[in-house]
C-alpha cells in the first residue's frame, strides 16, 4: 500500500498541477499509524485524496525518517532521496524513493 500511495501522491502532483505528499502520521511513541496522500497550496494542505490506518495491522511496522515525502507537479520528483522500511513477523523490505520520483523495493537484510 505505501508504494502504491507513493505513486498515487506522484502521479496527483503531475495530474493536479501542484505539489503532492504523503505524510505519515505517528503515535506518542513515534511508530507510524498511518498516512495520507494530500494535495498542498502553498504550505497549506488541501482535502487529503486518500487516508490509510495502519492500526488494523499491528504485526506490520513502517518506518521513516521523514514526517512526509512531497512531489512537485514538474516532473513529480522529489526534493532528496528518501528511504521507508516495513517490518513485520514474516522479515523486512525497504522502499527506496529517487529524487526523480522513482520507487524501488528491495530487501533489507536487519530489521
Given at each position: 500500500?505505501?508504494?502504491?500511495?507513493l505513486?498515487?501522491a506522484?502521479t496527483?502532483?503531475?495530474k493536479?498541477n501542484?505539489?503532492?505528499?504523503?505524510k505519515?502520521t505517528?503515535?506518542?511513541?513515534?511508530?507510524?499509524?498511518?498516512?495520507?496522500v494530500?494535495p498542498?497550496?502553498?504550505?497549506q494542505e488541501l482535502a487529503p485524496?486518500?487516508?490509510?490506518?495502519l492500526?488494523?495491522?499491528?504485526?506490520?511496522?513502517?518506518?521513516?525518517a521523514?514526517?512526509?515525502?512531497e512531489?512537485?507537479?514538474?516532473?513529480?520528483?522529489i526534493a532528496?532521496a528518501q528511504q521507508?522500511r516495513?517490518?513485520?513477523?514474516?522479515?523486512?523490505?525497504a522502499l527506496?524513493?529517487?529524487?526523480l520520483g522513482?520507487?524501488n523495493?528491495g530487501?533489507?537484510t536487519a530489521c
Open positions: 500500500m505505501v508504494s502504491q500511495d505513486s498515487l506522484k496527483e502532483a503531475l493536479r501542484r505539489n503532492t505528499r504523503i505519515f505517528k503515535n506518542d511513541a513515534g511508530l507510524t499509524t498511518g498516512w495520507t494530500t498542498t497550496q502553498g504550505d485524496i486518500r487516508a490509510f490506518d492500526q488494523p495491522y499491528a504485526r506490520i511496522r513502517v518506518s521513516s521523514a514526517q512526509s515525502i512531489f512537485n507537479p514538474v516532473q513529480g520528483s532528496s521507508i516495513i517490518a513485520s513477523d514474516a522479515g523486512c523490505i527506496e524513493v529517487s529524487p522513482f520507487t523495493i530487501a533489507v
